[in-house]
């Protein structure tokens, strides 16, 4: 996924209560939820791999530039 300096991803966890977390080491955690979502703004240029630690195969790349 590619955003602009200083763009907003959400992530959404809609999964019917399942848990799930996203997080890039150093750079966002967005703590264990169920249904909620969790948005982060991207100041700073370059690639942040992000996962989530309940399910490390979900996971991706925000490409920031």
Known sequence: MFVP???TVEWQ?????LLHE???DGVFDS????DSTF???FDTPGDVEYH??????MSGT???G
Do not use: E
């Open 31 to 34: 703590g264990v939820n169920g």
């Open 39 to 41: 948005r982060f703004t």
């Open 5 to 7: 300096v200083g763009g």
């Open 22 to 24: 996203v997080h890039a």
């Open 13 to 17: 966890f809609d999964d019917g209560g």
């Open 62 to 64: 925000v490409h920031v």
């Open 52 to 57: 989530c630690s309940i399910h490390p195969y």
